[in-house]
């Protein structure tokens, strides 16, 4: 018979800028072992109450309530009550996290292996050598590849995926009771995601730790969790049993959150949003929306847009003291394909596979170095200066992060009107301005964010200032690099619905780039699906995706985390 780990019981916790409580009357339990899921949006007060657990909250921020924690030799503390001296000893030791974003809670300045000795000796009485020793061997434990030399790299010479291991190794280092782990996996591949999410699994079971797994996505959930808690505005919705939740969800929230992912059957002509259920009436006609499928597809495109011919794109890595390059990694190796006009061609794979090179080579942002890129009968490949620039009219790009693509210092409204100065369109500010609140109502936001700065915006709002930015100069041709990787799955049906939008009034075409599969057959009329720099299979996103001919996209498939509502 399991025991009870960790009792929150009526948390609490407000600011005092807030009108009212970011978590609210949240009582839940986690056993001794158990994997307990936290999902919900960005905002509803899942990573809050996680950081209430292991004192981490901020400073301007109050609480009430019990936490609970239940120590091996019976003795129970409320870990509200402990000083900051007091919680250093239950935190690491006791209570492991594993935090969103592994390269900005890694030191930058110190190598990784030094990282996670510095938690083994800070709550162990080992020495410097014999510390180092313990921390290869968790390198080893976590599928770190080349443990000893990864000892001694610094964060930034790690992949994402390696560094979230990195932060495993370290939450893991003294054998925890509880583990929290923050979105571990968010904007990472989904096969590295999948990878992570089992070795999170195989640990738990190993050493018998508990595991408080926060997510947006209930598929994340799904593969690992044994009870889920559904919060949403600061409360918990909905919770219970993994199985029962996801096959009989019973608020309206957990079935949008459900609903708003992709499907992989059938193409519904808009993806249901969580505004959807949470009017309930409408929630019958947004099941209905989602099995209608599209029947027609692009059959025969009659114009040609873009071709891309032997396209080669290499980096150089290492140069002589007279600045030649004598070493250098191909990112694009001999890449065609061709474009149609009005067509979304999807570019799927993982991390490091040369996606974005290829979508910034295209754009010039990066030089090719062989092969030939042809916009209608405009050689790319040979543009340069002025001529370049204003061909980037009529190609543009929507970046992954709109928060690091936006300038800080500008404000929504000047950010999406300084591409039109800078092609001088319109003939004033005046209509420049009125263009903009008219860009900034077709992306589903108000003409009084004109003037907010970047940081005053959520991420999805960030990208929609992203999206109008693109449009701000009338392309003809958009690409999409990752633009909703890192985006809840809720605000990602949202772009996605609002990018076919635009798609049909405005006859855009896409190149959409991503390393999710579903999403990727969702927007495409045809996908090529990229490895190691090359295209290794292509075709219409439909027979890509029922009938794959290669391991690696097969691969690609497995990993997609697979929820369906009945």
Do not use: W
Not at 136 to 156: A, M, T
Not at 544 to 551: D, G, I, S, Y
């Amino acid at each position: 018979m399991k025991t009870s780990l960790v009792e929150i019981q009526d948390l609490t916790i407000s600011f005092k800028s807030s009108g009212s409580p970011a978590v609210q009357d949240v009582s839940f339990t986690i056993e001794r072992g158990q994997t307990v899921g936290i999902v919900g949006e960005s905002g509803s007060g899942k990573t809050l109450t996680a950081l209430a657990i292991i004192g981490l909250m901020p400073p301007s921020a109050e609480s009430s309530g019990k936490i609970l924690f239940h120590k091996q030799n019976g003795d129970i503390v409320n870990l509200r009550e402990l000083k900051n001296n007091q919680i250093l000893g239950i935190r690491g030791k006791h209570i492991g996290m594993i935090f969103q974003e592994p390269m900005s809670s890694l030191n930058p300045a110190m190598r990784c292996g030094s990282q996670v000795s510095e938690i083994i000796m800070e709550h162990s009485n080992l020495s410097a050598r014999e510390a180092k020793e313990k921390v290869i061997k968790l390198f080893e434990e976590v599928k770190l590849p080349r443990p000893e030399e990864l000892f001694r790299s610094y964060p930034h010479q790690l992949s994402g995926g390696q560094r979230q291991r990195v932060m495993i190794a370290m939450a893991i280092a003294c054998k925890p009771d509880l583990l929290i782990a923050d979105e571990p996996t968010t904007a990472l591949d989904v096969t590295v995601q999948k990878i992570i999410l089992n070795l999170l699994k195989t640990l738990s079971r190993k050493y018998q730790i508990s595991v408080l797994l926060i997510s947006h996505d209930l598929g994340v959930i799904a593969n690992i969790a044994d009870k889920v808690l559904v919060m949403y505005q600061g409360k918990i919705v909905e919770q219970g049993k993994t199985l029962t939740l996801i096959s009989r969800p019973q608020h309206p929230y957990t079935q949008g959150l459900l609903a708003c992912r992709p499907p992989l059957s059938g193409k519904p002509h808009r993806l249901p949003t969580l505004g959807n259920y949470l009017s309930r009436s409408s929630i019958g006609d947004s099941k209905n929306q989602q099995k209608q499928v599209i029947q027609e597809y692009m059959q025969e495109p009659s114009e040609l847009l873009l071709r891309v011919s032997g396209l080669t794109t290499s980096f150089s890595l290492k140069r002589n003291f007279l600045g030649k390059t004598i070493k250098e990694m191909t990112a694009v190796k001999d890449v065609s394909f061709d474009l149609f006009a009005g067509e979304t061609l999807g570019l799927v794979g993982e991390s490091g596979c040369g996606k974005t090179s290829l979508g910034r080579s295209i754009l010039q942002l990066i030089r090719s170095g062989q092969g030939e890129i042809l916009y209608r009968d405009i050689k790319v490949h040979e543009l340069s200066g002025t001529s370049l620039r204003k061909f980037r009219k009529n190609l543009q790009i929507i970046f992954q992060d709109p928060y690091s693509s936006l300038n800080p210092g500008l404000t929504a409204g000047a950010a999406i009107m300084e591409p039109m100065i800078v092609h001088g369109l319109h003939s004033s500010n005046k209509q420049r301005k009125q263009k903009v609140y008219e860009l900034l109502e077709k992306v589903a936001l108000q003409p009084d964010h004109f003037n907010r700065y970047p940081h005053q915006f959520s991420g999805g709002q960030r990208q929609r200032i992203g999206i109008a930015r693109a449009l701000a100069v009338e392309p003809e041709m958009i690409i999409c690099d990752e633009s909703v990787s890192a985006l809840d799955v809720s605000v990602q049906a949202q772009i996605l619905n609002l990018l076919n939008e635009l798609k049909d009034e405005f006859g855009l075409t896409y190149l959409f780039i991503s390393h999710d599969l579903a999403v990727v057959r969702y927007m495409s009329d045809r996908l090529m699906v990229m490895q190691n720099g090359e295209i290794v299979e292509s075709g219409s996103s439909d027979q890509v995706f029922a009938n794959p001919h290669k391991v690696y996209t097969r691969r690609l498939m497995d990993a997609i985390p697979r929820v369906e509502l009945d």
